[in-house]
């Protein structure tokens, strides 16, 4: 009797794991897969952790409160090994940031880019100064809180 109770544990298991999967129908890979990797995405927009590397020495302290009050300032052209700039790797990066608590700009470039040429980076007034007195060109840009 005691052979057979691990047996019938694994069966109740796999009956289990096959009705849950029978409820999400064929799609239910394909699913899974687009529903982890819109979250991956999501968690590569809301962080920049990794390490910078830069040929000459640079600074950055800066720290922002969801766009809503940011201080400090930093000028890094290196590259960068992490999660950053929505994408997760080693790859270029430049920045140039001032940020006055609530008025701050700031100008970025990660993976392809050339500091020279303003289309090619992103760059933006943020705060509660910066969205009044610093309108967006850009027609899609968003505006607020980041």
């Not at 590397?53 to 640079?58: A, L």
């Not at 050339?114 to 910066?130: A, M, Q």
């Amino acid at each position: 009797m005691r052979r057979r109770w691990p047996l019938c544990a694994a069966r109740r298991g796999l009956a289990v794991a096959a009705c849950l999967l029978a409820c999400q129908g064929c799609a239910a890979i394909r699913t899974a897969y687009i529903y982890t990797s819109d979250r991956v995405t999501d968690a590569a927009d809301m962080v920049d952790l990794g390490l910078t590397v830069t040929g000459r020495r640079s600074y950055a302290a800066y720290a922002c409160g969801g766009g809503l009050a940011t201080a400090g300032g930093g000028y890094v052209d290196g590259y960068f090994a992490g999660i950053g700039g929505s994408r997760v790797g080693v790859f270029r990066h430049y920045h140039k940031t001032i940020g006055l608590v609530l008025w701050s700009y700031e100008e970025f470039g990660w993976g392809k880019f050339d500091k020279e040429d303003p289309s090619t980076l992103s760059s933006r007034h943020v705060g509660p100064i910066g969205w009044l007195f610093f309108p967006s060109n850009d027609e899609g840009e968003c505006r607020g809180p980041t």
